[in-house]
């Protein structure tokens, strides 16, 4: 049974602008270095980043609470697996949070924006 929703769009020039504007201060508050150090060995960092933003976004809709409480960004970690399906390892209050549910993750990336759509589920 589904438990929560969560899509969302980002534009890939609007991520590049935080990270040129707030440098390593920003990608250090979003992104972990696992992530930072997948995006930007990527022909194009800016649309990896934007894809996990969005991700990350996405899983705060599901969630139903926003980047509220005590979780940070970087409590939700996108990964990929072998066949480069992307998840979430997820951390701190975050894991806690979801425990005994699915969490599925889809992202999508064009040419200059990137959608995340997340779902919950529970785990019976």
């Known amino acids: 049974m589904i438990v929560g929703l969560g ?3 980002e534009e890939v020039e609007r991520v590049h602008r ?3 504007q707030y440098r390593q201060r920003f990608l250090d508050r979003v ?3 696992q992530e ?3 995006c ?3 022909a194009r960092p800016y649309h990896h980043l934007a894809a996990r933003f969005a991700a990350k976004e996405a899983l705060s809709k599901a969630l139903g609470t926003g980047w509220t409480g ?3 960004w970087r409590d939700a970690e996108v990964m990929k697996d072998d066949q480069g399906k992307p998840f979430f390892r997820l951390h701190n209050e975050l894991l806690e949070q979801v425990r005994g549910r699915n969490v599925l993750l889809s992202i999508s990336q064009a040419s200059d924006h990137v959608t ?3 779902i919950i589920e529970r785990g019976d």
């Open 70 to 72: 005590r979780f940070r």
């Open 7 to 9: 899509v969302d769009i």
């Open 18 to 20: 935080l990270a040129d």
């Open 36 to 38: 930072q150090d997948y």
């Open 31 to 33: 992104f972990t270095r």
């Open 116 to 118: 995340a759509t997340v």
């Open 40 to 42: 930007f060995g990527r």
